[in-house]
């Protein structure tokens, strides 16, 4: 059933009318909608964000290690996302906190890499220390590693949810 509403004129009472429907279809992608309108100002409606829990079971060990070689190894993929990924299955990372990683957190020295994930440095072996090197050397000043992800994930503000350009008024 249309109910012939825009951005600006759906209210609250519409969308918790509409997610709260049987017959609702689109909820995620819709709550994806909605946060990027609301972040953009382009809505004032709210739809809380779905948590997501992490895997519903664990890695096994040999698919781990696995993902790790190749993570290590394969020079195809962009060296940030190999960081990402080896401090994700690594270190216990999760992507809020690889995202907000900096070039200050990375401390080159002559022989060793050492990398502030809490309050003391972790000494990086090799070769996640030359990913390491790798990265910081491709960021400016202060930057976060994380900015290839903010793209990926269309969080930037001339991005929609699903990636492109949104339309500019």
């Known amino acids: 059933m249309a109910h012939d509403l825009t951005l600006e004129t759906c209210r609250q009472a519409d969308l918790d009318r509409w997610l709260t429907d049987d017959l609702a279809a689109y909820r995620r992608t819709a709550g994806h909608f909605i946060r990027w309108a609301r ?32 993570l290590l190894h394969d020079d195809t993929l962009k060296p940030e996302d190999r960081l990402a990924g080896l401090l994700l299955l690594l270190y216990a990372q999760g992507p809020s906190a690889i995202h907000r990683l900096t070039t200050e957190d990375v401390e080159v020295g002559a022989r060793e890499v050492r990398l ?7 000494q990086l072996p090799e ?18 590693f994380g900015e290839p992800w903010r793209r990926l994930h269309g969080s930037s503000p001339a991005a929609s949810p699903d990636g492109r350009s949104a339309p500019h008024s």
């Open 39 to 70: 972040t953009n100002k382009l809505a004032t409606v709210h739809v809380p964000a779905v948590r997501w829990n992490g895997p519903t079971q664990p890695l096994d060990d040999e698919h781990r290690w696995n993902v790790a070689r190749r």
């Open 127 to 144: 070769p996640v220390a030359q990913l390491a090197r790798a990265v910081a050397a491709n960021r400016k000043g202060h930057a976060t």
């Open 116 to 122: 502030h994930l809490g309050n003391a440095p972790v």
